[in-house]
Each structure stands twice: as structure tokens, then as C-alpha cells.
């Protein structure tokens, strides 16, 4: 008889071969391990040889509809799978070839046959039906015992790849350094595995408003990761930052003198001495290698970059709209990047941490807040920072090769507030730097050419004096509550409480009423002998919305106040609280931190390194020099500070509308601090407050345990 059995494709190329029926790879007659998922990705290749096959080809063909898991890093899985079974490479492909966001192709030459496997004729013969019986009875209990077997295997399998690592538990701490010198948490904290490398003496304020490209007069230190003396290390680039450590060799990534525009040429510093090298022409924001060290990926503007590590090669990820990348760091395994979104809330509690594939694919923000986060080397673990607290968040492999976030879990709780976190090789210790954070409110007296601390030195800030003179309001640092008291600070009075983040308190024309913000999303009226807060204007119809730096018009029927959002620009706008009416001022977009001035004539309003000076009654805008200044009682002048070209800085008081400069008060080896450094506040004869830092920050050995 000419009975043929079942036939499989088999394909040959070099000493392969696939058999495409019973799902088997072979090198030399050798069994190569390539299942799943990974083999039908290369099945379709392999049908398709030399033609491209698109992602979305795969995923209809691979990853159905109804199927719930994380495509872009299921086919990435399979295709790196593959790779490995072949020995291939990506960057030098010889069987399969990436076509940048399009799909791959399979290149080698391929030899196609069917195998006909021809059944043997056998004589009949006769078969006792009982036979027959017992031995179907025997068949299906051994498949009923194979099914229920490999349902116990799925269910063990599914149950351990579901379960969260361990969350770790802070059981120990160890204190680094203890030079007294600053160091800002939203810097980088490196490590080599013995050595800490960080920036100190640089001061962008407390969880600063200003993202850490504009940061002057840092140098960069060393320390042993067991603790001991600091010592400097020489960069010879001026005003540099730190962005990364290279994983396989001993060199910094960092970003050179900054541009008007906050770029930063990007340099390779040998360790520990050696000469710079330039990264091609990059210019960047922020940058971090690849695991392996064989890319780098880079911020510059609105755009993420990635580029081989002499800096060429540059290729575009994606263009994240309004949005800028800071702190930016591939995962333990090369397939996705993370980083920090900044806004213009100054707590990292409001900044959004995304995630975006390797090959540019599956952006998105993730369901945590914050900032400055490092994976553990396993991958196993993020750890970023809050407000005041580091946090964890444990991640785990699904069934399907996807990463699933666990729950995350405070590590720290106060009274130090730790940031910049850096997880040691081992996982089992976290670097982080310790501030306990604290301003002095003081006086600057024009008698003495002195500061003298004004309501006993207490760590606030903000401060404005009521119409009348008698009163002031201010907010605590680090808390941001808002107070009132008299001049003297005495009839003290706490006016708003956790969890309301109160800043830029304005005084009513009449004094009855205190206008602030609750940073970054809501404005409130409080009465000025406590009360309940009223919201002068309903939360914006974007989540992302922010509204702020509110000020009364003299009438005390309205204010002016900005507002913007990610795709809204920012402007300054006039409400109506009998009305509720709001209207846009004109010419004022892109403009923040708005001033009225007492007499309502005025108004001052900031872009970066500008400030714009508009008249309500021309309705006209003029260039006003740069800060954000102050206006003096009788509205014919105001006071701000600004950075002289030796980066000194200083208060000026400028007439309006003249323009006239005069100096005011040097501030020279003063170091500033409060939630807004650069903030003035006036007495009612004009003298300056200001709010000196009395901050201490060191670097701190976190032991861990995990349970």
C-alpha cells in the first residue's frame, strides 16, 4: 500500500535546522533550546525569509487580541531568544536583521524540503475486544494523569512568577561623610561598588523648582563606600555635572558648562585622574550607558536620544511633546529606560516617573510619583525618592516574560529627609544623602550691614506684612503651613495643615483675607483669624493643570493669578470673585511667577533669565531686567535678587517704570535656602528678608534586609 504519513516542513541554513511541524531547532544534528513563543516568532521569519515581517504582522499572528500581557517586550524577548539560539548579534545580524521600527527580517539563505515519513505496511490482526477495553482504560488513565500533572506544573509555575519579590526593611543605617558641606538629593549619587562619587557645594533649593541643569559651583568628590575623609577629584570642565558611571570601565559620564538653552556638552572623565574626552558633538540634559556599555541614551530638549558610546550612530527614540526627561537610566537588562518628568511643583510627590522601551516603543507613565530612581542590579527593585522618604517598588516576571510593577513600599520616614537613592551591587545596602533641612528667617539691618534673625530666626519663609503693618503671614519650611502672627510674632496662629502645601500667602487689601497657593494645583482664601479655606476657582479640567502665584487687585474684587498645563502654555489670567469670570491677560503667555503691584498699576512677570514689566492701563508689555522681584509699598520700585556675571549675587531695588538699578545688599559667600531661594520679602520701611540655609546633608549606608 502507498500510505504516507504526516509530512514537516524542514529548513535548512548554515548547520542548522528548523523542523517547523514538531517546533524543533538543531545545530549539527544537535537539539538547540528555542520553544514558545521565541519559535513561532522564527517560524513566521523563516516562512518569510528575506522579506521584511512587521511588529504588528507578529502580534496578530503571535500575541492575539484577547491575549493580556506586554507585546513590545514579548516580541523583544523573543527576538534577543532567537539571537541567542543562532549566536547572532544584533548590530552585526547574520540570520536575523532589525529594521527600526518597522519589524525584522531573516537574511541567511535558506534550503527548504518536505519530510515524508512513510508508515510501514503491517499485516491486520485479529485483537480481543477485551483487550481493546483494558488497554483504552489504561490510556486514558495515563492522559488523565499527564493533564492533571501539567495543570499542577502551570499552577506552581503561575503562583511563583505571580508572587512580589520580598519587600527589603531598613534595619540599619551608617553615616558617610561628615564634612558639613552641601549636597542636593537631586543630583547623582554614584557608585563603583567601592567608591561613592557625588557633587557638593552646588544649591538649587530644597527639592528645587529648578531642574538640576542649572545648578553653579559644584565640584565633584569621592568617598570610600565604608566612609572616611572626601576628596575632591579635578574635572577641568568649569561648571560640570555628573550624569552616570560607565559599567565596564572606570569613567564618568558628564555633562560640561551649560548653554544659555541648559544643554551641556557631554565629556568621558577617566577615574581616578586622566583628560576628558569629548562624546562626538552631543549636547545633552541628562545621559546614562546602557548595561553593557555599548550605547548611551541622552535628553536633549524634548527628545530622547540613543547613539553608540564614541557618540556616534545617533538615533532618535521619541519626541515626548511637552514633556523634558531628567534622571534618565536603563533597566538591569538593556530593554527600557526610565526617567523623571519635571513640573513646576518643586516636590517630587507631583513629578511623573515614565518608562519607555529601548527601541523607542510602549511609553508610559507608571502608577508611582517621584524622582532620582535606580533599579537594583537584578532588576528585581526601583528605589526612588518622595519628598522626604525613599521608596521601593518591587517589579516580577510574568508567565509571559513581561515585567509587572508590585506594590511600592516606604523605606524611610523622618525626621531626615533621604534622597538620591543608590542601590550597592549586592542590593543589600542603599547610599543615599540625608539632609535635615532648615532655613533662618533673618533681617537684613542698613545700619549695621548685618542679618539679624526677625521672629527668633524660625525656619519660614515667604513672609508678607498686612496692609496695615501690624501683621504677617508666612509659611514653615519644611512643612508648608501657613502661619499669621503679629509683626512682633507674637499672636501666633496656624492657619492651614497637612496635607494643604502652602505657599505665596498674599494679604487682602482690606487684611481681613489671606490669598495663597497650594503648590501646584489649587488656590484658597483663608480668613486671616483662621477659618475654613475657600477655593477661589474650581481644580482645572486637566489632571495636570497648575494654577499659582496669585495676587489681590486693590479693589479686592479680583486677582490675577497663572495657570498652564502640559498642553495649555502658561499665562497669566484675572478672575472675578463676584463672577467667577476669568479672562486671559494679553501678551502674557509663556510668562510665570506674576506680581501686582499695590497700586494695581503694574504687573511683573518672569520667563527664564527675563522679566517682563506690563502696564494694566496701556495694556502693554516692556523687558524689566531678570529675578522675581518684590514690589516696594508705594509701588515705585521693587527688589529682587540677580547673579552678577562672576555669579555673585545680590538684591537691587530697580524704579518702575524708569528702570533705574541700584544696589541694594551684596550676597556674597551667602548661601540661600527656603522652597524658593530667590524669594524677597519686604518690612513695611522696604528692608529685605531673606531665609539663609541652615541645612545639613550627608551621605548616608542604609543596610537592608528583605522579608
Known sequence: MDNAGPSAQIVRFGIFEADLGTGELRKNGHKVPLQGQPFQVFAILLQHSGKLVTREELRLKVWPEDTFVDFDHGLNTAITKIRTALGDEAENPRFVETLPRRGYRFIAPVVRRDAVIEAPELPLLPTPVRTLRFAGTKRLALLASCFCLLVLVVIVIRLKLRSSPPVPKVVDSVQITNDGLHKDATLQLLTDGTRLYFQEGAF??????????????????????????????????????????????PELLVGGPASPSVRRPLWVVPLPTGSPRRVGDIWALDACWSPDGNHLAFVKGKDLFVAKPDGSEVRKLVTLLDLVAHW??????????????????????????????????????????????????????????????VWVLPERRTIFGGVEPGTPAQLTTGPITFGAPTPSADGKQLFVIGEQPRIELVHYESRTKQFVPFLGGISAGELEVSPDGQWVTYTTFPESNLWRSKLDGSERLQLTFPPVNAHEPRWSPDGKQILFTDVPRRMFIVPADGGSLQQVMPKGELPTTEVGAGSWMPDGNSIVFVMGSEKTPYASYRLSLKTQEVSKIPGSDGLFAARVSRDGRYMTAHRPNKT????????????FGGGIPAWSHDSKSVYLQRKNGDQSAEVVRISVPGGKVERVLELKNITLGGYWPDWVSLLPDDSPLLMLDKSTQEIYRLELRYR
Do not use: N
Open 612 to 623: 517682563m514689566l506690563y502696564d494694566f492701563q496701556s495694556q502693554q508689555w516692556s523687558e
Open 204 to 249: 538649587v533649593g530644597f527639592r528645587s523648582t529648578l531642574p538640576p541643569g542649572f545648578v553653579q559651583s559644584a565640584a565633584l568628590v569621592q568617598v570610600s563606600s565604608q566612609g572616611g575623609e572626601t576628596a575632591q577629584i579635578p574635572l577641568g570642565l568649569g561648571e560640570a555635572l555628573i550624569y552616570d558611571i560607565s559599567p565596564t570601565r
Open 328 to 389: 534618565i537610566r536603563y533597566s538591569p537588562d538593556g530593554t527600557r529606560l526610565r526617567f523623571t518628568v519635571f513640573t513646576l511643583s518643586g516636590h517630587p510627590k507631583d513629578w511623573d516617573i515614565m518608562e519607555i522601551g529601548a527601541d523607542g516603543s510602549g511609553l508610559r507613565r507608571l502608577p508611582i510619583h517621584g524622582c532620582c530612581g535606580k533599579w537594583s542590579a537584578d532588576g528585581k527593585y526601583y528605589f526612588y525618592q518622595t519628598d522626604r522618604d
